[in-house]
């Protein structure tokens, strides 16, 4: 379920086999034929605990690549998987975590993650009932330290901001893109000012666009192109 590119790699996220959670992290080298076995190689990250399975996306921030935590197939949960990109792939040295669940009182089951420069942000979907509680960890500090993680529950502004799929950052502003709230499929787009503070409400806030269309509402992930972002249907 997503992936993302390190410059000299593609990865791919592993959730789900047809009958298991899985995995394996599936890595594929650009500067060689796409359609020959040795240009890929794999890392089963199940072999750290079983929070190793089971991810929801991918984000890249320059050095490290973190996997979402969504579903490990026992439960939901908040146990971001870490890749250090300067190391051996296949080394488990190369590989850590950190159980951000204890951060909030619902950060488990994220849905992507967007970088804005200094920090990741986890996007709040679901660990046993729809959310609205964003995990944040600064990239400048220690990763396994509990200082440098933080989170905010957008549906302390209104109460139908839970349920996000993705997102994106626009230099400025991180956007949430709206999907299910636990009731309904909802058009809430929430967005974040990177240059305010994180954990106060005044920095967030959220345009219904659930009555522009037809079916503007239930949308799974965002992008950004240098002046719009768009929702993805």
């Known amino acids: 379920t997503g992936g ?7 990865y791919f996220v592993p959730y789900y086999d047809g009958s298991t959670r899985n995995g394996k992290v599936v890595r ?20 750290l605990g079983t929070f190793g399975m089971g991810f929801q996306g991918a984000v890249f921030d320059g050095q490290h690549i ?8 026992v439960g939901y949960n908040g146990n971001v998987v870490r890749y250090d990109t300067t190391q051996d792939f296949s080394s488990t040295s190369s590989w850590s975590n950190y159980d951000a669940s204890n951060v909030g009182t619902h950060t488990k089951g994220f849905m992507g993650a967007v970088f804005d420069g200094k920090h990741i942000y986890f996007v709040p979907y679901h660990d046993g009932v729809r959310h609205g509680e964003v995990l944040r960890y ?13 989170s905010f529950d957008m549906s ?11 997102g994106t950052f626009d230099g400025r502003y991180v956007y949430f893109s709206p999907h299910n709230d636990g009731s309904v499929y909802h058009g809430k787009v929430a967005r974040y000012d990177t ?20 079916n503007t509402k239930g949308y799974s992930g965002a992008l950004f192109d240098g002046q719009y972002v768009y929702f993805v249907p």
């Open 4 to 10: 993302t590119f390190d410059g000299n790699y593609v």
């Open 28 to 47: 594929y080298d650009i500067t060689k034929p796409f359609n020959e076995v040795d240009s890929w190689s794999y890392f089963d990250a199940s072999i």
């Open 66 to 73: 973190y996997f979402v935590p969504h579903y490990s197939g």
């Open 138 to 150: 600064d990239t400048t500090q220690l990763f396994t330290n509990s200082s440098s993680w933080l």
């Open 156 to 166: 302390t502004i209104n109460s139908g901001l839970k349920g996000f799929y993705g």
């Open 195 to 214: 240059q305010n503070s994180f954990t106060d409400a005044s920095s967030w806030s959220y345009f219904d666009a659930g009555n522009i269309g037809t």
